[in-house]
Every structure is written in C-alpha cells, then in structure tokens.
C-alpha cells in the first residue's frame, strides 16, 4: 500500500536558522509531490509542486525552495528562516488526477 | 481555476444528513469538483470528486447540478468524527496543472450530538 512520511512533527527554531523538511513516499511511482503550508487560522496555501526528479515549480515567491533528489523524496528548505515562516507544513502525492494523499504535516514555530 | 464558494460553517446533528453546498459559477469544461475535508491539526483527506455524474463512495454523495454551476456534497449519516472543515475545490486536469489543488477557506462543520 501506498504511504506518506513526514517528519519531524514539532519543530521550534530560532530566526536566522536554517530548515530541512523531508517527506518520502512508499509504494508507488512517479507520484506528482507538494508542499502545502497553513498559517495559524488560515487556508492551505500552495507553496511548491513537483512532476519529477529536480521538476520544481514554485507557486509564491518567498524565504523557501524545494529539491526532488530521488523520485518518492520532497525537501523543503530554508537558509535562513523568518517568523513569518512558521505555520504547518504538509507534503502532499498523487499518481492520478483528483487523488491526494497528505502527509502528517510538520508544525514548525520559528521563535 | 474557477474559484468556488462556500458557508463559513454549518452545524448538524449527530445522525442525520450533513448537505454541504458549494457555488462554482465560473467552473470551465473541463473542470472537476473535488471535496477534500481537514480534521483539526491533521493533514487534509480526500472524500469524493467528480465531473458531471453524480458520485458516490463510501464515505459520501456529490451532487452537481446540471449547469455544473453548483453542487452538493452529502454526508448520509454524520458522526461527531465528522467534525472538520470541508474544502470543495475545482480544478482542471491538464498534463500541466492537474493536482494543483487551490483550497480555499472551506466550511467548518461541527457535528453535535
């Protein structure tokens, strides 16, 4: 069966440190990859998308950016974090149209 | 993608049908309706999509209107595990795009007993 790791699923760090997500996925073959974020309150806001190995595309300009080195592994990282980054980070696969499947998420509070 | 529209939230009682409405007036050809649901503090999860034919799974029923303008998303029998904000989102499926899911807002749904 297919399945989505996410880890870790608390992380506090300081501003102006770095960040490492990763997200794998199990059981299946060239699954399309996102990351999702959601700040306090708010909706899921798109952040980057994945069709293949090293394919990223970045739906809003911001302080992060995504790597694919293996077909089932997603990063999201950071060089330098901001307050404004914090919020929960979900990593999401499909393998055909209409079907996502969410990771865990990560809550990740930048202090 | 069309843009959609939902209540803020809705209350249902435990037991009875939970009718979920949704507006996509400006839903193009060749757009699906899919309905995704978010239980607090965990990742969304997928319910049921659908293009034109009404749809039906084990967890719901989507009703689409003729005109495709509107639809309906129904929980036969709601439990309080029901409980969770529902997404109703369209998009496209172009080789580009397809699983760009935009979420929006959603309706908070609050099953009572």
Not at chain 1, 4 to 9: D, E, G, L, R
Not at chain 1, 48 to 70: C, D, K, M, T, W
Not at chain 2, 60 to 76: N, W
Request: charged residues 15%; hydrophobic residues 35%; glycine residues 8%.
């Amino acid at each position: 069966s297919q399945t989505i790791h996410q880890w870790p699923a608390t992380l506090v760090q300081p501003v102006g440190s770095p960040l490492s997500l990763e997200c794998t996925v199990e059981g299946t073959s060239n699954p399309n990859l996102y990351w999702y974020r959601q700040a306090a309150g708010r909706g899921l806001q798109l952040l980057f998308y994945s069709v293949g190995i090293g394919q990223i595309s970045s739906e809003v300009p911001q302080n992060l950016s995504a790597s694919r080195p293996q077909d089932r592994q997603f990063i999201l990282s950071s060089k330098k974090l901001l307050l404004s980054d914090s919020g929960f980070y979900l990593c999401a696969w499909s393998v055909t149209p209409g079907g996502y499947t969410f990771g865990s998420g990560t809550r990740l509070t930048v202090v | 993608d069309a843009k959609t529209t939902q209540p803020t939230s809705m209350d249902c009682a435990e037991g009875r049908a939970a009718n979920l409405p949704c507006n996509h007036s400006t839903i193009s050809g060749n757009e699906y309706v899919y309905w995704y649901r978010q239980i607090h503090s965990q990742g969304p999860q997928y319910i049921i999509h659908g293009l034109k034919n009404n749809e039906t799974n084990e967890m719901a029923s989507l009703i689409i209107t003729e005109d495709r303008k509107s639809s309906t998303l129904i929980l036969p029998h709601a439990t309080l595990r029901d409980t969770a904000v529902y997404y109703c989102i369209v998009s496209t499926m172009t080789t580009d795009s397809w699983g760009k899911l935009q979420f929006g807002a959603g309706t908070q749904v609050v099953v009572t007993p």
